[in-house]
């Protein structure tokens, strides 16, 4: 599982929250390009509705992270853009079904806009799958 | 060569796109900054002109990491920071030159702006040299 | 300290700036989450101040840092999310007691917004404590 360290002097009001994720020292470690709520065949899932998208960024990621022998629990470090911040809730809904009690470390900005103008959240990742 | 994983349960319709890029378990481990279009004299290259903007923008990573004694094909991880994401196709036909068959795991957001109002497309980068 | 290499064929008009830098080949990796001006209440610093907020972010990585065994010297990489990249001299000011005569690498962007609203600025980092 994932290796968190918080300092005390610095509050992040939301539950599960990392401040820092230390890495396996040892391992494999994969680099996860920006995922987007798009199907095996290409179709985008979900437009306008950031649960059902943010739902399918994380089923990409698992699938993805399974053919490279990982699993979302590997994930030391994410990157989350969104294209509407106000929608975060939804987003948190989603990741505390797939983080468990210590989430990768984190960081979510809203960006003027994403390449498919149908996508409301795209996500990358680092995971390092211990030796 | 970079070593890239792609699921079948993902499609992403950009030829060469990796969906996860393998780093080299044990090498050097060089982070790049965000680089621009300025030349060695720090004259900004190609202003309204992405194409000139981003293949400046490679040719500056491609000798920053010969300065480190690395080439592109170390590198296994970009982010790609523009000013306008309808003009991605200018930057996809340098990346093609740049990158050969397997291109490294890639996220790329329209930001607000850069620091410089002429800078249209930012690029940073993480290369592993193998030992 | 951190270890910087610069090519003479690419320049950038800020002093210590770095082109790459080389991680620590062995050692403990941490990734940090994007760290805001929040206090260890959780009340936010600065609001509509951007020094005053850099400042904190910056005092927010030291004291994590430190929880984790590492300090400022450590960090190898740094991501700045800005809501007004104009206000850039006042976190350089910022930058130049925090990270010594060489920096990580840097990549700072203006993005659409931050979770709160007073949020103006936003840094995660990449720190690497070697062996």
Redesign the interface.
């Known amino acids: 599982m994932r290796s968190a360290?918080?300092?005390?002097?610095?509050?992040?009001?939301i539950d599960g929250?990392?401040?820092?994720?230390?890495?396996p020292?040892?391992?494999?470690?994969?680099?996860?390009?920006?995922?987007?709520a798009?199907?095996?065949?290409?179709e985008m899932v979900g437009p306008g509705d950031m649960r059902a998208q943010a739902s399918q960024v994380l089923e990409?990621m698992e699938?993805?992270?399974?053919?490279?022998g990982a699993t979302l629990d590997h994930v030391?470090?994410i990157?989350t853009?969104v294209t509407d911040?106000e929608a975060?809730p939804e987003i948190d809904e989603v990741w505390r079904e797939a983080w468990g009690a210590v989430w990768?470390?984190?960081?979510?900005?809203?960006?003027?806009?994403?390449?498919d103008e149908r996508q409301m959240v795209?996500m990358?990742a680092?995971a390092v799958v211990p030796e």
């Open positions: 360290i918080n300092s005390p002097s610095y509050h992040v009001p929250f990392s401040q820092i994720i230390e890495a020292s040892v391992g494999r470690t994969l680099h996860l390009s920006g995922l987007t798009r199907t095996s065949t290409g990409n699938v993805i992270l399974e053919a490279a030391v470090s990157r853009y911040i975060y990768p470390a984190s960081t979510m900005v809203e960006v003027a806009r994403l390449w795209e990358e680092v």
